[in-house]
């Protein structure tokens, strides 16, 4: 005979031998609940002043049988089924309510996060007889927002809906939308965002370069949330029942996972794994894939593997207790190396692998900056923000064929290209990484070889993109990062990019209040005036002298 779950403490005998009788009853596959079955739960439920319910499959067999107290119940451990969101669970719940109440919160987030056929509640009448019957069942995305469909009956006597139309009808609907996502090939993610500063307004931007980054790795956006929170929740970062309604959201639009903003701890984003079923990406982890994506030298791929490997280490989890090797030697005494000890090692000893490869490839880039110095050509570095155009611009003064798109980190690896000035001078003009705000440090130290090139540079080219209105903070994250690798002594010459894009006057403006040149790299406008000026910087009299390289 099958148990009953939940709160059976303190019921008699008579009442734990009908309740597991329940066992031996069925229900039509057409109909939510008969009236005979209503009726004993409603008994039941009113003899015990507990509420009482049951989990039934399409053939219309009760699988489990449950005991709650006066207000809710506790479901058994059937699963999550986020995996098969085409189909539903194939299981319907149906339970009493002592006050006749409406479905409630609990109840609904059952049926989305369980993914049951249909929830209903059967209202306890006087002298224990059914009443009103509520019920509810998922509805596919519509546009308006609704997860469920809820409707209420007068009584279980009369005419209900045909659950078995019902459910067909829905499934089809779920086929044709995954049909319809499976078209597009791409994941689905909802951005999440938290502002515990107060600042709304850098919080929406940072949010709108989360955006612009996850269409960069090849994520489509289906929603974005913003919560402001006096501070972040140990556990989950943000409050928990915005995470209940993120998980609903990501039910009915079929998400495959949750972009955080803010880097998670490792045990938030084990916690917010489980509480999904969802893949969980945080603001590091998601430029770190970019990155992945888009190394195309051995030394750009080596240099993003030193930092996944950095990043993931501390996250590294073994669930099953099994996994654990047993000492070898005499007596055997308990457990020796686990599995995730086994696979830290295996990191750390890959990490320090990979720190000598790089530091090879280091010495082998000084050896060349070494030769190009005793030929005593200026380096001229372009430095700035993702996206401002270095690139472009590198291709517009030289005629290089390097990657030039519209998206963030277009180009990792560093590209040099010799440049002759008007006058027969001859320079090395090379692209570097794009800058971003809160770069993940490890990708920095990963990096550290490319960036390398810097301290070589005569004459640094800020590149900001002029015409975006968060262009103050990046040009403060640029700076930020360049103090950090102690280059700010270094001549700078501030380059506003896609000036056409701007009124004239705003530009003038600009260049009063903060110097440099405006161009446009993409229309070439302005060039003439950028190279003028890196001319005069580097080889006016005394320029040498001053800047202690040439």
Aim: proline residues 3%; glycine residues 8%; charged residues 30%.
């Amino acid at each position: 005979m099958k148990e009953i779950f939940g709160n059976t403490l303190g019921l008699k005998a008579n009442e734990q031998h009908r309740l597991r009788n329940t066992f031996r009853r069925r229900v039509s596959p057409h109909e939510i609940v008969s009236p005979e079955l209503a009726r004993h739960l409603t008994e039941l439920s009113h003899e015990t002043n507990r509420q009482v319910g049951v989990l039934i499959n399409r053939k219309g067999e009760i699988e489990h049988v449950v005991v709650g107290n006066a207000h809710k119940l506790e479901l058994p451990d059937i699963g999550r089924a986020r995996a098969g969101q085409v189909r539903l669970r194939g299981l319907r719940l149906v339970h009493t309510h002592l006050k006749s109440e409406p479905l409630t919160k609990d109840d609904l987030t059952d049926l989305a996060l369980l993914r049951l056929d249909c929830v209903a509640a059967v209202g306890v009448g006087q002298e224990g007889l059914p009443g009103v019957l509520h019920y509810a069942y998922l509805v596919p995305e519509n546009g308006t927002g609704e997860f469920w469909h809820v409707s209420t009956l007068p009584s279980v006597h009369g005419e209900q809906p045909d659950l078995t139309d019902t459910l067909g009808a829905l499934e089809e609907e779920f086929s044709r939308k995954a049909a319809a996502r499976a078209v597009g090939g791409r994941e689905k993610a909802i951005l999440v965002a938290v502002c515990l500063d107060g600042n709304r307004v850098r919080a929406e931007a940072s949010l709108a370069e989360l955006r612009e980054l996850a269409r960069t790795a090849g994520v489509e956006v289906v929603d974005s949330v913003l919560q402001v929170k006096r501070e972040a929740d140990p556990r989950y970062l943000i409050g928990r029942g915005k995470l209940e309604d993120l998980n609903l959201r990501s039910m009915q639009s079929m998400v495959d996972l949750l972009i955080f903003d803010k880097d998670l701890t490792p045990s938030q984003g084990r916690h917010i794994g489980e509480a999904t079923s969802l893949k969980i990406l945080d603001r590091t982890q998601l430029i770190l894939d970019i990155f992945a994506q888009r190394a195309q030298s051995a030394e750009g791929k080596l240099q993003v593997e030193l930092a996944q490997l950095k990043y993931r280490l501390p996250r590294l989890v073994q669930s099953d207790d099994s996994l654990s090797r047993l000492a070898g030697g005499i007596g055997g005494r308990g457990p020796g190396e686990t599995k995730l000890e086994i696979d830290r090692r295996r990191v750390r000893e890959r990490i320090t692998h990979l720190e000598k490869r790089i530091d090879a490839i280091g010495k082998e880039r000084s050896v060349r900056r070494a030769q190009r110095n005793r030929r005593e050509l200026p380096v001229i570095s372009i430095v700035g923000y993702t996206n401002a155009g270095k690139s472009t611009l590198l291709n517009a003064i030289t005629n290089a064929q390097v990657l030039a798109e519209n998206k963030l980190f277009a180009t990792l690896d560093p590209t040099s290209r010799r440049l002759r000035f008007p006058q027969e001078r001859e320079v090395i003009i090379t692209d570097t990484v794009g800058f971003i705000r809160d770069l993940p440090k490890d990708l920095v130290a990963a990096f550290r070889a490319t960036l390398e090139e810097l301290y070589d540079a005569t004459l640094l080219l800020h590149v900001v993109d002029a015409a975006d209105p968060a262009r103050d903070e990046q040009v403060e994250a640029v700076e930020k990062i360049l103090s950090s690798l102690d280059l700010m002594e270094k001549p700078r010459l501030m380059v506003w990019n896609k000036a056409d894009l701007m009124p004239a006057e705003e530009v003038e403006a600009l260049l009063r209040s903060r110097g440099g040149v405006a161009i446009s790299a993409q229309s070439r406008e302005g060039l003439a005036t950028l190279l003028a000026k890196a001319d005069t910087t580097l080889f006016a009299e005394g320029a040498s002298e001053a800047m202690g390289v040439i």
